[in-house]
């Protein structure tokens, strides 16, 4: 879903656009300036396609009352997050180097955003004579300028005309063709990759023979599972390179490893009678790195029961040494299977089905954030060179137009050096417990942002001033 926040100084009508694109009073209007302090977020419909807007606390209040900090943070957020931009300025005032000071700023940040767009909404022009006071905002360097009132709802049709246009609508969305789900087997040779693909097709479409390496390619074969179309891929088996000499291996351990960058979900097959052995933590790695969705299939467990040595507290054994093995994948689900005999192998589908589901799944921005403020607070991060890191807002990104979409974490924070990675997995593991990411890997952005208090910021500026005058004295 598209993100659009609206921007702007105080009191030109952010909140009243705000409350008439949403059809509801949400955001308080007053003349006094400065009356939204916080962000709000609600959802919006125009002409069948969906949105989020957020109204954003007006920029440049004046700090008596100690908000301006916060305040040009949470703009500061809102316009990381958002995809378009909408500029509100006042047409019956004119132009003001304060709306100039924040189209700087909105250019500075587009070229670190390639694509987002900015429409100068130009509010307060309640009849069409008042038009052409619009003219003069050209100068912000902005192709869209629109006149309009939001208070009487002028001129708002045309500007969401132009906002939306070329959006799919929510009808167009969910009739477009559903791409197959690339599933892509991985692993050492001879564990079973190609019997697993055949036990799920029912068929013999890949060759398997016990002799390792007789899948020397990559082989993408078409299935439907629930009216569902995949695509799985039967890899040739990777092997450690000091033991690889034949060129022709050497091709096929290549091609397996870039089949991981195209696979949407990737099954580590492991070989229950061998335990995880080095090569596999190196496949697996190579899907960590990549941020992959995971699953781990431990085949041959068929072999394991006429040993007598299958039953529940070795299955938890298996699994426990697993996880010890393979942490770097923990979001992974781990499944015993036997493609020779059939048994649960149709719980791979399964499984591959509730992960989609979690990487696709949105997560709350008040509960993310929630969780993560309760998380801190039960939790203090580690103190480095006394001082700590701090993790002041966090959002889930969709990524739905990117080729492998995985769940996004944009976290605005005051120093990415202070978090130490087993803080960092604290965290994960807590926002894991919350919301089902069931073998999602998370893709966490780091946005830093030192905030200094009024008072800091005021003896900052007055030592510099100081400084420069005392070097003008001795100049002179």
């Given at each position: ?7 702007g ?7 009243a656009?705000?409350?008439?694109l949403t059809?509801?009073?949400i ?21 069948g396609?969906a ?18 900090a916060a305040?040009?943070?949470?703009v500061?957020?809102?316009?990381e ?17 304060l709306?100039?000071d ?5 250019r500075?940040?587009g ?6 767009r900015?429409?100068v909404?130009v509010?307060?022009?309640?009849t ?10 050209h100068?912000?360097g902005?192709?869209?300028?629109y006149p ?5 709802g002028?001129?708002v049709q045309e500007?969401?005309?132009t906002?939306t246009?070329g959006?799919?609508?929510?009808e167009?969305?969910?009739?477009r ?5 690339r599933?892509?087997f991985?692993g ?7 019997s697993?693909v ?6 013999r ?16 074969v078409?299935?439907?599972?629930k ?12 092997r450690?390179?000091r033991k ?8 096929m ?5 870039h ?10 097959t492991?070989?229950a009678?061998?335990?995880?052995q080095?090569?596999d ?8 790195e990549a ?11 068929d072999v394991?029961q ?7 507290k070795r ?17 992974a ?5 036997s ?7 149709e ?8 992960i989609?589901k ?14 993560l403020q ?10 480095v060179?006394?001082?700590r890191?701090k993790l ?10 990117k ?15 202070l ?5 960092q ?5 807590k ?37 420069r005058?005392e070097s ?5």
């Amino acid at each position: 879903m598209k993100t659009v926040a609206i921007v702007g100084r105080p009191n030109v009508g952010k909140s009243a656009l705000f409350n008439r694109l949403t059809g509801k009073e949400i955001s308080l209007v007053h003349d006094r300036p400065g009356v939204t302090r916080d962000r709000l977020v609600a959802p919006c419909r125009f002409d069948g396609r969906a949105f989020e807007l957020v109204d954003t606390g007006g920029i440049g209040l004046g700090d008596r009352e100690g908000f301006a900090a916060a305040i040009a943070q949470e703009v500061e957020i809102a316009l990381e997050t958002a995809g378009e931009i909408i500029f509100v300025v006042d047409g019956r005032e004119g132009l003001t180097p304060l709306d100039q000071d924040i189209a700087r700023q909105l250019r500075r940040m587009g070229e670190k955003r390639e694509g987002r767009r900015v429409f100068v909404a130009v509010n307060k022009l309640d009849t069409e004579a008042l038009g052409e006071r619009a003219d003069e905002f050209h100068r912000l360097g902005f192709e869209g300028v629109y006149p309009i009132s939001a208070a009487h709802g002028l001129g708002v049709q045309e500007l969401l005309e132009t906002l939306t246009e070329g959006w799919p609508t929510e009808e167009e969305a969910a009739a477009r063709p559903e791409q197959p789900l690339r599933l892509a087997f991985l692993g050492r040779p001879n564990v079973g990759k190609s019997s697993l693909v055949n036990a799920l097709l029912r068929d013999r479409r890949t060759l398997v023979s016990d002799v390792a390496g007789t899948t020397r390619d990559s082989v993408d074969v078409p299935f439907r599972w629930k009216n569902r179309p995949f695509t799985l891929i039967d890899t040739a088996g990777m092997r450690q390179r000091r033991k690889v000499s034949d060129p022709l291996e050497v091709k096929m351990t290549g091609r397996s490893a870039h089949t991981i960058n195209r696979a949407n979900v990737c099954v580590l097959t492991l070989d229950a009678t061998a335990g995880v052995q080095m090569q596999d933590k190196k496949i697996g790695g190579l899907i960590a790195e990549a941020v992959r969705p995971c699953l781990i299939v431990l085949n041959k467990w068929d072999v394991v029961q006429e040993q007598g040595d299958a039953g529940k507290k070795r299955e938890q054994e298996y699994l426990n040494a697993l996880r010890h093995d393979l942490f770097f994948l923990e979001y992974a689900p781990v499944l015993f299977t036997s493609a020779k005999s059939g048994e649960r192998v149709e719980h791979i589908l399964r499984a591959v089905e509730r992960i989609e589901k979690s990487r696709r799944a949105r997560i709350p921005t008040a509960a993310l954030n929630e969780t993560l403020q309760k998380a801190q607070e039960r939790y203090l991060p580690p103190s480095v060179a006394n001082r700590r890191f701090k993790l002041y807002y966090a959002t889930h990104q969709l990524d739905d137009d990117k080729p492998h979409p995985v769940p996004t974490l944009v976290a605005f924070v005051n120093s990415r050096k202070l978090l130490l990675p087993a803080y960092q997995r604290y965290l994960e593991l807590k926002v894991r417990e919350k919301f089902p990411l069931e073998g999602c890997p998370i893709r966490w952005v780091w946005r830093e942002k030192e905030t200094l208090d009024p008072s800091t910021r005021v003896s900052k500026i007055i030592g510099k001033q100081s400084g420069r005058a005392e070097s003008a004295r001795k100049k002179r």
